[in-house]
């Protein structure tokens, strides 16, 4: 099965910080731009961050710049989202998903990614 194993979620108080992981199960993931998204309770899928092939990377917003670092290693067919100085606005599902360029990641968050994995939960308490 194509899919994404995300991990390293869970509870963190505000200030703190997390290490989310994304690992491709079924094929190899340098030939994608590989994108994390979050879903908060009650509110739409939103795409967060992207790292293109060539390791370029792109934020959803000056915030998420400042906190959030994306970054992939293709030899451990991984991608890795550092996210820093969390807040209770950051507790979401985040999943990671494959496209073909960081083109959508913020427009059409489901429209043009795939092998979405389950997600890893993030809960920040304040």
């Known amino acids: 099965q194509l899919q994404f194993v995300e991990s390293g979620g869970g509870r963190v108080r505000t200030g703190g910080s997390l290490k989310l992981s994304c690992a491709a199960s079924g094929f190899t993931l340098n030939r994608y731009a590989i994108a994390w998204f979050r879903q908060a309770p009650g509110k739409e899928l939103e795409g967060v961050s992207c790292?293109?092939?060539?390791?370029?990377?792109?934020y959803r917003d000056s915030s998420v710049r400042r906190r959030f670092t994306i970054s992939r290693d293709n030899a451990k067919n991984t991608v890795t989202l550092l996210i820093s100085s969390v807040t209770p606005e950051d507790t979401a599902v985040y999943y990671c998903a494959a496209t073909a360029r960081c083109l959508y990641y913020v427009s059409d968050p489901r429209g043009e990614h795939k092998f979405w994995g389950r997600g890893t939960q993030v809960t920040v308490s304040s």
């Open positions: 790292i293109e092939t060539d390791g370029y990377t792109y």
